[in-house]
């Protein structure tokens, strides 16, 4: 099967990222110098370039260069993906530990995140999620078993909780809280960091058509790892609206 152009540009800026031609902050060559050299249109080359920024490869604004973007990890906000999409698009190989996979009863806690009676049966799992052996993501998950009946029989080494979830319960609906944390022992010893190292905590709840899914609490190395965004917006006037949730 032939590569599109678009792809062709994008797999050799890939590559003089992963070769260390291009560090952190090294300049790239304009639209127009690859179009030029790939012999192709400036469009084809906006979308290699825009792509690339999406994924947190590069990064661009307006009227600077672009440039290769600081090497941590890169997520959306605004987006729910699948963490092994997220490290795969950056050609680099992701790997996942099961360090928990069981069945719980709800505390207070989660009998109100889940609405639920404390007592009633939950799903629980932790997983540690590497990026070319570096620990970039501790996944502590609760799990509706109403919705998920078969949770506990996956083998999520090989599939993520994402790509399960997502197949059995289609989200329609997330929450999210943000905030900066310094992580306890247990979580220090998962990711594989100094005592005193910052983690950036993501508290995600969601929802199918059916009720809620899950409640995740995500932790990751705050060196390592980094939330980005954006947003479009309308020219005209328009209503409040809601921010699609995409899901890979």
């Known amino acids: ?47 290699a370039l825009q792509e690339l920024s999406e994924e947190g490869i590069l990064e661009r604004a307006q009227g600077i260069a672009t440039c290769v973007a600081s090497l941590k990890s890169q997520s959306s906000l605004l987006e729910i993906n699948n963490i ?15 360090i928990t996979l069981t069945e719980v009863t709800a505390d207070a806690l989660l009998a109100e995140h889940f609405d639920i009676a404390v007592g009633e049966v939950l799903f629980h799992s932790r997983i540690c999620h590497f990026e070319n052996q570096q620990a970039i993501q501790l996944e502590d998950r609760f799990v509706n078993p109403v919705l998920a009946p078969d949770y506990l029989q996956q083998d999520f080494e090989k599939v993520t909780t994402h790509v399960y979830l997502c197949k059995v319960a289609p989200l329609t609906q997330a929450e999210h809280v943000v905030e900066a944390i310094i992580p306890d ?23 199918s058509t059916e009720g809620m899914v899950s409640y995740a609490v995500l932790t990751h190395p ?5 939330l980005g965004g954006q947003v479009s917006f309308p020219t005209r006037t328009s209503t409040h609206e809601k921010l699609p949730i995409e899901q890979t």
Not at 2 to 31: A, M, N
Not at 84 to 98: G, K, Q, Y
Not at 186 to 201: E, G, K, M, T
């Open 222 to 226: 705050g060196n390592h790892y980094r």
């Open 84 to 98: 092994a999409d997220e490290i795969n698009a950056r050609n680099h190989v992701h790997l996942s530990r099961v």
């Open 1 to 47: 099967m032939s590569v599109s152009k678009f792809q062709q540009i994008k797999t050799y800026i890939l590559d003089q990222i992963d070769s260390g031609e291009w560090q952190e902050s090294h300049p790239v060559p304009s639209e127009n110098e690859l179009a030029k050299q790939f012999s192709v249109s400036r469009m084809t080359s906006r979308r």
């Open 185 to 207: 022992t247990d979580v220090q010893h998962q990711l594989r960091i100094a005592f005193n190292q910052a983690c950036l905590q993501i508290q995600r709840r969601t929802w």
